[in-house]
């Protein structure tokens, strides 16, 4: 049973980066299956963040691309999520999951992390 | 890329049946069967209830249903037990690599 667990820190300034990192066990990321990340603004609904093969290719949410990076590190069996110039519409929980499905990318997130709560204030 | 629509709330008795809907366009829930639901308790990760539209992961209850019709889908809580309170979420492939989600269904067992 893959498991999924997010680290970083909990507190961010705002205009900083915030960066995250996925640590995947039970599984090796090199087997298949695209991998991303999800947040959640306290009290309110899921956002797609963007997701990565272990060849690195790439997709993320149109709306948050211009500030968004997801790497692997596949020596490392972990992803990480970068996001700069935050703000305090930044504020969430951030899930990492695994994506299961048959198209390129992935449709669907079959395990998740437990999740991190990150707050931007100076 | 915009998201899609969920009745805030939805409410059952225990026994009955609970169907929640979930609009989207032709552009996402209309053109792809990648739709999929997912329950989320306070405070933990959201758990995948349905997939492709309406299958189940290995371990989810067969009280658990999906489907869709045009540019709406629908997942449906049959035999409802108190342990299905919880908040629940659709999702849509909507093309060119993006996933988008529903606001998210609130669930009560009266």
């Known amino acids: 049973q893959v498991q999924l667990q997010e680290s970083g820190p909990g507190l961010v300034k705002p205009s900083e980066t915030l960066s995250l990192t996925c640590a995947v066990s039970d599984y090796f990321i090199t087997s298949g299956y695209y991998w991303g990340w999800v947040r959640q603004p306290p009290g309110k609904g899921l956002e797609w963040i963007g997701s990565i093969y272990h060849s690195r290719t790439t997709f993320y949410n149109p709306s948050l691309k211009s500030r968004v990076t997801i790497l692997v590190d596949v020596s490392q069996n972990q992803f990480s999520l970068k996001l700069n110039s935050v703000g305090a519409a930044d504020t969430a929980v951030y899930y990492c999951?695994?994506?299961?499905?048959?198209?390129?990318?992935?449709?669907?997130?079959?395990?998740w992390g437990q999740g991190i709560l990150v707050t931007v204030s100076s | 890329q915009s998201a899609l629509t969920q009745p805030p709330s939805a409410s059952g008795s225990p026994g009955q049946s609970v169907t929640i809907s979930c609009t989207g366009s032709s552009s996402d829930i209309g053109a792809y069967n990648y739709v999929s639901w997912y329950q989320q308790y306070p405070g933990k990760a959201p758990e995948l209830l349905i997939y492709e539209v309406n299958k189940r992961p290995s371990g989810v209850s067969d009280r658990f249903s999906g489907s869709k019709s045009a540019n709406t889908a629908s997942l449906t809580v049959s035999r409802l037990r108190a342990e299905d309170e919880a908040d629940y979420y659709c999702?849509?492939?909507?093309?060119?690599?993006?996933?988008?989600f529903g606001g998210g269904t609130k669930l009560t067992v009266l």
């Open positions: 999951a695994r994506l299961g499905g048959s198209i390129v990318g992935g449709s669907y997130f079959d395990h």
């Open positions: 999702s849509s492939y909507a093309g060119s690599y993006d996933l988008i």
